[in-house]
């Protein structure tokens, strides 16, 4: 496979700007695959212009700290989706050579050491560190408490039917941290939103999961996936309901203007699309659909930024 991995695009910026020496590397940070830092970047872009929308109604919203803090939730979501990534490889080394999408995978695949890759997580995780200290102590505390789940998660599926539960735990972080980095507390709202996206890591992860049921079963490994089989549809129309009841509850606690409530509805049509065409035997459907959700994601974030137009004096 000249290096690449079978589950990512061959045509990928990687390998038309990296040496191939670093290649391993970004397959094990994902660099490749996008759409995961992106689903963890959008709690925290939310959360974020929610707490700016909350913080213009009592006149402290500042244009340049919602910038400022957007950019350092892009880069913490690249560098802490790397080394979560990174981690999860080196406690799924033996799972990844049993299933045949993974198999070609850095360590499995013989191309990184586990002591490369340890060492690895640590640069990623220190680039981390380094983004959260630019926030508020109290924000910098919610990010050392968000590590345990972090550890906790490549281990659910050993344990639960429901793995994607702690993935939404880990993934939905930055709805928290957002807000706290402007106000240096939480609320209903921010907990809301928490809430709302946990429901909806459940339920994209779920459609990913589809992927690879057929080789779960073989091995062991538990998912949503196998656990709501053919009553997948019913379940997605019932957690991302639930995710748009949240997310609403949070937007009125923070007092959010109309046209975050317009994205909800734009992503509530994009949730019925998902559904309605979801055929969880075509893995390449799946993982479509999967990846259709950071275009939810965006369209929520444009409705809270855009909205600020409406409550900014």
Not at 212 to 239: H, P
Request: hydrophobic share 55%; charged share 10%; aromatic share 14%.
């Amino acid at each position: 496979m000249n290096g690449r991995v079978a589950d990512a695009p061959s045509n990928n910026w990687v390998y038309r700007v990296l040496p191939p020496w670093l290649w391993p590397y970004a397959q094990l940070a994902r660099w490749d695959r996008p759409i995961g830092w992106q689903l963890l970047m959008w709690p925290c872009f939310w959360s974020a212009a929610m707490a700016a929308n909350a913080a213009a109604h009592v006149g402290q919203f500042s244009g340049t700290q919602l910038v400022f803090h957007l950019l350092l939730y892009f880069v913490g979501a690249v560098a802490m989706r790397g080394a979560g990534c990174t981690y999860n490889d080196l406690v799924d080394h033996q799972i990844d050579m049993e299933v045949a999408r993974t198999r070609s995978r850095p360590l499995p695949s013989g191309r990184v050491t586990r002591m490369q890759a340890k060492i690895f997580i640590v640069l990623q995780a220190l680039v981390g560190l380094l983004v959260v200290l630019q926030f508020n102590w109290f924000t910098v505390f919610l990010g050392v408490v968000s590590l345990g789940i972090v550890v906790v998660y490549p281990f659910a599926k050993r344990f639960t039917d429901w793995p994607q539960f702690f993935l939404g735990l880990a993934f939905s972080w930055g709805a928290l941290m957002g807000w706290a980095a402007v106000f240096g507390s939480l609320s209903i709202a921010p907990v809301s939103l928490y809430l709302a996206s946990v429901v909806w890591t459940i339920g994209y992860d779920t459609l990913y999961a589809h992927q690879d049921k057929e080789d779960d079963e073989l091995i062991g490994v538990r998912s949503t996936a196998r656990l709501f089989g053919d009553k997948t549809r019913q379940w997605l129309v019932g957690l991302y309901g639930l995710t748009l009841v949240l997310a609403f509850c949070a937007f009125l606690a923070a007092g959010v203007g109309l046209l975050a409530y317009l994205g909800l509805l734009v992503a509530a049509g994009m949730f019925a699309w998902q559904i309605v065409t979801l055929d969880i035997d075509d893995a390449d459907q799946c993982l479509a659909l999967f990846k259709s959700n950071n275009r939810v994601g965006l369209i929520i974030f444009a409705g809270l930024f855009l909205s600020l137009l409406f409550v900014l004096p």
